[in-house]
Nanobody, 124 residues
Framework: QVQLVESGGGLVQAGGSLRLSCAAS????????MAWFRQAPGKEREFVAT????????YYADSVKGRFTITRDNAKNTVYLQMNSLKPEDTADYYC?????????????????WGQGTQVTVSS
């Protein structure tokens, strides 16, 4: 029903910045909580950030707090992840996720919609 497409990944040096975008289909995007997860090579997919349906509430993993910012533009059906002060340990495939609920979760199984992922590589 809902399709998510990530973009904006790439290669960046440590300390640099990158902005990821997730474009969503559907007419009810503004009612969905959205999130970003990431998966590094050999690691399990982990929670990064989530944003409520209206954008009024956000929550971040401790590892990215203060460096990453999740935002959304419901008029554009798009959620963003602004990543600053990037570290090599941020290297991963980043996935956009959505759920048909107002507020997000840190658990992967609470999200029913997933994008294909976009690769972020941070060099030292």
């Amino acid at each position: 029903q809902v399709q998510l497409v990530e973009s904006g990944g790439g290669l960046v040096q440590a300390g640099g910045s990158l902005r990821l975008s997730c474009a969503a289909s559907g007419r009810t995007f503004s009612t969905y909580a959205m999130a970003w997860f990431r998966q590094a090579p050999g690691k399990e997919r982990e929670f990064v950030a989530t944003i409520s349906y209206s954008g009024g509430s956000t929550y971040y993993a401790d590892s990215v707090k203060g460096r990453f910012t999740i935002t959304r533009d419901n008029a554009k059906n798009t959620v963003y992840l602004q990543m600053n002060s990037l570290k090599p340990e941020d290297t991963a495939d980043y996935y956009c996720a959505g759920r048909s609920g107002s507020y997000g979760h840190t658990r992967r199984d609470m999200y029913e919609y997933w994008g294909q992922g976009t690769q972020v590589t941070v060099s030292s």
